[in-house]
Structures are given as structure tokens and as C-alpha cells.
């Protein structure tokens, strides 16, 4: 951190990037990054190469994030992103003009001049929080409201196994400066379209459950999609849901949209490491949350794909825990 806080001292019009596919976290830690380097009297400018999802609609400075730009920076910091195609097509600015990246992700590949990565943070807003306090940012409700969303999204609101003594700290202090957290809240729990409901419908009644109901997964279609009024947006979520399930331990949604683009979402509640399953097939993510996306192909011919290598995997991390299991009673006795 202090080797990209010294180097924000020597650019002056800097290109905040955020990953494709964003989320909360992504949206939190683009926009509370702007408008820190504003504070400090940056010429700064925010984008992310996709839509924002509707959920963050209402928050404020969101029509700031843009999709293209003919602004010319001096630096560009990227947030959130493992790699330089998850920022789409800014990641040809990278060749050209110094860069830095700040993320949380165990995957990142260092694609910065300078790189701060820690997997320790559950979310990367809990280390734009501290970037933006070590360059003397003043916090006001909007500032602090922007940069909770990250904490709260990226933990499941508090509930996630990535939730530690940390997270609460920030978090605490963010309200303290004016976070509104049930703004947050209302905003991204309890907005959804009826259509979602149905296109969840939809996802139960094609749910499948393997392994004596330890792995659940399901599939929405790309005609499935128009046939609800939905896009990729409204089943963010979803994968979530399946797994709160009794008993599941790994969930898997996979997305066709558009067609013949599918991304496969994966989840895990315990010990099941989703992000080795994800790395294996090209995608990344976290220990209990992980995704990977698949271009031009069919969803009838990615689900056995998927499936068979999540089974093996299944398979071995049975038996290592079972192995773990042994050792812990060998050594309790």
C-alpha cells in the first residue's frame, strides 16, 4: 500500500477500473477510490466495461461509473479484478500507462507496476478504506455509505465464513462516520423484480441434488431468460439461495445470457473449496465462492463438464476431510 499511495503522489488524472460482471464490492470500491482521490484534489474518473446492475441504482455518484471513456490518464488503478480481461477492454491501457491493482482475490495474477493483494480482506473496499485513510481522505455519509456497501455485499451482509474481528472493526467505523446500513440493506436485499420470482421458480423446479443432497445444481437457459423478462442481472443471487439449502454443501447455478455465453456460479457452505473447481476450469474466486464463465458454447454440453469434474473433486475433498477427521480424534484421545 505505501508503494501506491507514493505513486498516486506523482499522477495527477487517474482511471479507476472495476471488474466486468460487477458487484457490490467492485461498484463499492470503484466509486469510493474516485471520490477519495478527488478529496485529495485528483483529477479522477470512474469505469467498469458492462452495465451496472440495476440493484445499485439508487445510490449515490452511480451515474458516474461509465462504460467508455475519452478521458487520458496519466495512472490507472485497477480494484477488485484477479486478471487483466476481467476489466474487459481497459485492459489495453495497461501496456501504456503505469498501473496499479488493489484486490482480495487468492487467484490475481500481479498484472499491475505495482500490486497490493491480500486474500486476508474479505472484501477489496475494506482495502480502499485503508488506502483512502493513509492518503488523508475526509470521510462524510456519502463517502462512508459507498464504502460499507463492498464490507456488507462482499460477507453476505455478515453471515459468510470470511467474516472476522476485522470486518466488524471497519465496519463499525463506517457507520460511525455515517454509513447508512439500512439503506444498504433495503437497497440490495429488498429490491427484486416479480419476474425474479418466477425465473427462481424455474430454477427449483430444474434443481438437482447429488451426492446425497450435498451438491445442488440447476440451469436458466438463455430462452428462459426472454421468457421471464430477465436478464443475467436478475439471477444474481440465486446460486446463494440453493445453497442455503439443508444439507447442501456446494451449490452450482449455471447462466446461459446472452446465448451461447454461460457463467457458472459456484458456492460452498463449509469445507468444500468451489475456487480450486473454478481455477481448474479457467475461472477464479474464492474459497467458498467462485465462478467461471464459458464463451460460445451450449449449456447442454458445459453442465456434464462441470459436473463430472465438481463430482471428482467432491470425491477427494471427502476423503481428505475424512483423513483431517481422524487425525483430530487420534490427537484428541
Known sequence: MREIVDAISWYNRILVVGHIMPDGDCVSSVLSLTLGLEKIGKEAKAVIDYKIPYVFENFPHIERIEQSTDFEPDFVMVVDASSPDRIGKFQSLLKEIPSAVIDHHSTNVFFGRWNWVDPTF???????????????????????????????????????????????????????????????????????????????????????LLENGKIAYSYIDYDTYLRHNCTDEDSSGFVGELRSIKGVEVAVLFMEFPRGKIHVSMRSKDWFNVNEVAFELGGGGHPRAAGVTFEEEKIENIIPKVVDLLLKRFEEGVNREGERTAQRDVLGG
Open 122 to 208: 474479505a472484501a477489496t473496499a475494506q482495502m480502499i478504506f485503508r488506502l483512502n485513510k493513509e492518503l488523508g481522505v475526509e470521510y462524510d455519509s456519502v463517502l462512508a455509505t459507498l464504502n460499507y456497501l463492498g464490507i456488507a455485499t462482499d460477507t453476505g451482509f455478515f453471515r459468510h465464513s470470511n467474516t472476522d474481528a476485522r470486518v466488524f472493526e471497519d465496519a463499525y467505523e463506517l457507520v460511525k462516520m455515517g454509513a447508512d446500513a439500512h439503506f444498504v440493506a433495503k437497497e440490495i436485499l429488498e429490491n427484486k423484480r416479480f419476474e425474479q420470482f418466477k425465473l427462481f421458480a424455474e430454477v427449483l423446479e430444474r434443481l438437482q
